[in-house]
C-alpha cells in the first residue's frame, strides 16, 4: 500500500496545485464522454494510456474477462452502467476491449476445475459461448494462439451480449449507437480492431471500424493472428 500513499499524497501537493483550474472546470460541467470503454480488470490495461485520453473522455465499465451479462440474466451492475451511459449520458459509441495473457481467458478455456471459486464459475455462464467457440473451432491450435483467438472470440460474444441490452438494441436499430470490439497486445503495445467486413481483427490504419448490425458472425478465418503477425503489426 506505501506506494498507493505516496501517490495519492504526491498528487494532492505536486500534481493536482498546478492544475486545480483544470479541475474545477470538469467538476462543474456534466461529464460527456466520448465513449463507453468496457474493458477487463486487469491492471496491466489502462484505458486512458493505450487511447491518449483524459478525465471526462471515457466512462469505464471494468470486469474480470470485459464480460457483459446479457440483458435478464442477472440484475447487475454491468446492465446499469450500460443503461445509464445511454440513457442519461448520450453515449454513442462502445468499445469492448480485450487484451493479451489475460487470467480470466486463460481460466475459462482450461478446463480447470472452479469449485473452489464460486463467484468466477458462475460469472463465467455469460462466456459459455466463446468456450464453446474455442473448443469447436480452434482445438487445432497451439496454447499461445488459442488464447488470443479465444480473447477476440470472447469480445465478439460480448458484444452480442450488449446487443440485448434494451437501450443498446434500440440505439443500434436508429443507426444512433456503434459498437467497437478492439484487443489490446500489452506486450506490444498494439491494438486490433474487428472489422466485420473482413470477419477480422485488423491493426488499426487510421480508418474507424464499428461493427453493427449485430449478432457478429465470429472470426472468418479461424486460424487466428499469429505471434509474429500481431507484433509486427502486419495481418493478413
Ligand atoms: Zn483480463
Not at 28 to 55: G, M, N, W, Y
Request: glycine fraction near 8%; charged fraction near 20%.
Amino acid at each position: 500500500m506505501e506506494k498507493i500513499l505516496r501517490g495519492v499524497q504526491e498528487f494532492q501537493t505536486r500534481d493536482f496545485p498546478p492544475q486545480r483550474e483544470y479541475y474545477e472546470k470538469l467538476a462543474a460541467k456534466q461529464q460527456k464522454p466520448i465513449a463507453l470503454f468496457i474493458t477487463c480488470s486487469d491492471s496491466r490495461v489502462i484505458p486512458h494510456q493505450i487511447t491518449r485520453t483524459e478525465p471526462g473522455d471515457l466512462f469505464q465499465l471494468r470486469t474480470a474477462g470485459n464480460i457483459i451479462p446479457p440483458y435478464g440474466a442477472v440484475v447487475s451492475g454491468e446492465s446499469a452502467t450500460v443503461e445509464y451511459s445511454i440513457a442519461v449520458l448520450g453515449i454513442r459509441n462502445i468499445i469492448v476491449c480485450g487484451h493479451s495473457q489475460c487470467g480470466a481467458i486463460k481460466a475459462l478455456i482450461e478446463a480447470g476445475n472452479l469449485d473452489e471459486l464460486p463467484a468466477v464459475k458462475s460469472w463465467f455462464a455469460h462466456a459459455e459461448s466463446t468456450r464453446r467457440i474455442v473448443r469447436q473451432k480452434y482445438d487445432h491450435l497451439s496454447p499461445v494462439e488459442r488464447a488470443i483467438a479465444a480473447t477476440e472470440e470472447n469480445v465478439l460474444v460480448q458484444m452480442n451480449n450488449l446487443s440485448t441490452h434494451p437501450y443498446v438494441a434500440a440505439r443500434l436499430a436508429t443507426g444512433d449507437l456503434n459498437i467497437y470490439g478492439w484487443y489490446y497486445d500489452i506486450g506490444t503495445g498494439q491494438i486490433l480492431q474487428y472489422d466485420q467486413q473482413e470477419g477480422e481483427f485488423m491493426p488499426f490504419d487510421g480508418e474507424v471500424r464499428a461493427a453493427a448490425p449485430l449478432p457478429l458472425r465470429g472470426r472468418m478465418t479461424g486460424a487466428g493472428l499469429s505471434l509474429a503477425q500481431v507484433t509486427n503489426g502486419s495481418a493478413e
